[in-house]
């Protein structure tokens, strides 16, 4: 059995599916629709940048979900690639949204309108540079957890995303101490490149934002069921999806969680459709006997197979 998933932020880089771009219609007919959407030269951002517009959080999200749509409708309706028997969808962060558009249960100009006003809202909740993130490598969760509590360290779990990676978020000051922290253990860390403390309690104005604007989303009955980051848990039920898509953006992603609950509920496969491989890395990371495929060109959709 197979499940597919699809990436968040962070998976974005210059250029991506200028492939699918350049060789089919259907992706530069969609890449000219998301322009028209939005009012905005997306296509331009995505392709020639500059990498500063690409990586502004109000851009990045609409760029990833558009990338994954567009390498889907390619994999589906130029290869034939059948994803009807998917047994469950995921997503990283804003890639449940990709999931939900994918998949027909949300229309592609809700997704794109309902993102570029997530990444603006997400980005506004805490002023430019005040806030930071931070990946923790080769260390288990509940020990980061417990020197968070013993040293009162306001930092958040961010995302648990396998055995030996977790992100913390928290303000800039607290995520440099708790930094100097970790390296008086030999923990390795390393600061991450992003413009906000995303997936914690400081995201809550984003959260009174886009509340109201999630619970008007024309989302209609979904017939794969999805795996929540928030709760790592499947669902099918429109009402759910949507208090789970609010509780997501303070939330901890429990990635690490998710992948487990597919796996052992018989998935034996993951298919990766976005920019890069991140997803599939962290999966071999918490089931190194799991097959991944990622798609980033021609030879990739090619090379999977459905019949599992």
Not at 148 to 173: E, M, R, T, W, Y
Not at 203 to 224: V, W
Request: aromatic share 8%.
């Amino acid at each position: 059995m197979f499940s597919v998933i699809f990436p968040g932020q962070g998976s974005q880089k210059l250029g991506m599916a200028k492939e699918f771009f350049d060789k089919f219609e259907i992706v530069k007919n969609i890449f000219k629709e998301a322009d028209n959407i939005l009012n905005i030269p997306l296509t331009k951002i995505i392709f020639d940048g500059p990498e500063a517009d690409l990586n502004l959080t109000e851009n990045t999200q609409p760029a990833i979900f558009l990338t994954s749509y567009a390498i889907f409708n390619v994999a589906k309706k130029e290869f034939g690639l059948a994803f009807d028997n998917t047994q469950f969808i995921a997503g990283h962060s804003l890639g449940e949204y990709s999931a939900l558009c994918c998949y027909d249960a949300l229309n592609f100009e809700d997704t794109l309108k309902i993102l570029k006003q997530r990444g603006k809202f997400m980005q506004e909740a805490v002023p430019s540079n005040e806030g930071g993130m931070l990946a923790i490598l080769g260390t288990k969760l509940k020990i980061i957890e417990e020197i968070i509590d013993n040293n009162n360290h306001k930092c958040f779990i961010a995302n648990d995303n396998s055995p030996q990676q977790v992100v913390i978020s928290g303000l800039k000051n607290n995520i440099d101490l708790f930094s100097e922290e970790l390296n008086k253990f030999k923990i390795k860390n390393i600061k991450l490149n992003v413009s906000a403390p995303f997936h914690c309690n400081l995201m809550k104005q984003a959260t009174e934002n886009m509340k109201d604007k999630i619970l008007n989303l024309n989302l209609s009955g979904i017939k794969t069921p999805i795996i929540s980051n928030f709760n790592a848990k499947p669902t099918m039920v429109v009402s759910d999806i949507k208090k789970l898509l609010i509780s997501q953006i303070e939330g901890r992603v429990r990635w690490l969680e998710s992948v487990e609950f597919m796996i052992n509920k018989g998935t034996e496969n993951f298919i990766e459709i976005g920019p890069g491989k991140v997803l599939s890395g962290l999966v071999k990371r918490i089931n190194k006997n799991i097959n991944t495929y990622s798609i980033n060109n021609e030879k990739d959709i090619k090379e999977i197979n459905l019949d599992v």
